[in-house]
């Protein structure tokens, strides 16, 4: 086999073990405390990670750790609105398309923080993504369910978390980058946890497997296949692969919770992931220019 598809077969794994990390996490909060669970996932997925870059963390200067550290509460912050966005859902589906907004909300959290001023591409794709956004979950008249709302703030948190984290975490390697921000996201949401949740007195047996599902599959397996899978397949292939993740989710929420997904609903959620695709269209454009450069010099 190719390393090209070699490297888009490990992405298209990722984005399926991701959505499946939504189901995973929906049937284990049946059992744990939302905010415990993700602490106790995050923390094991942590300390899965240290043997392969304990010595990368050792070299790490403190003040690029403390930097790390910062941007892991966001994460955490992220974490526990959309886990508790899953906890007053009753499918998935949905709030995986509003989840994927985040992208489109990076750049005006960029032109507000940072002065950086969006490009054409993104407002020409805004309001394709805001009537998507309004079909997804206007169904009922003009308001939003709490789920909706925590899921449109999970995203929100999302896009502070990615232009902090491109801007302020370069310098430190991304292995061990992760180990760090999933180790803080699980001792934040500990704190959450142990402050404002109450652990049940006896828990499922099969709770406990899907909480190991959670650690193993959709977190650590995941990780690995991405990082290889990037390796590997190239830019566009990858950035394309990767907007499949709430489609698998819905498929997933059809079937195990039968979510309704009325033509109203569908097509909001298609008009979103076109929002993402024309916006993603820029940047790949620019990939195989360049790429395409490199190789008539070569030839040169």
Known sequence: MLPERRGDLLILSATLLAS?????????????????????????????????????????PRANLFKAAAIGLVMALNLILWIQAISHSEGIGEGAFIM?????MVPPLAWLLFRERPNRQFWLV??????????????????????????????????????????????????????????????????????LESWPAQIPPHTWGWFAASVLLATSLRFVCQSMGQKYS??????????????????????WYNEQMPAQKMIGCLLILLALIGYRSRNLLVWYRNRRVVNISKQG
């Open 20 to 60: 499946a990390g939504w189901l995973f996490s929906k049937e284990a909060i049946q059992g744990l405390p939302p905010a415990g669970f993700v602490g106790w996932r995050f923390i094991l997925a942590a300390l899965l990670l240290l043997p392969f870059c304990y010595r990368q963390l050792l070299a790490i």
């Open 100 to 104: 994927s907004l985040a992208m489109l």
């Open 126 to 195: 805004l309001p394709i993504a805001v009537t998507g956004l309004f079909l997804l979950t206007m169904g009922t008249g003009l308001s939003l369910s709490m789920s909706q709302l925590l899921f449109l703030l999970a995203s929100l948190s999302m896009a502070l978390y990615f232009n902090l984290n491109s801007r302020f975490a370069r310098r430190i390697p991304p292995m061990a980058l992760t180990c760090i921000q999933l180790a803080v996201t699980g001792i934040a949401s500990l704190l959450y946890s142990g402050l």
């Open 234 to 255: 190239n830019v566009a292939n990858a950035a394309i692969i990767m907007m499949l993740e709430p489609v698998w989710t819905v498929l997933i929420s059809v079937f």
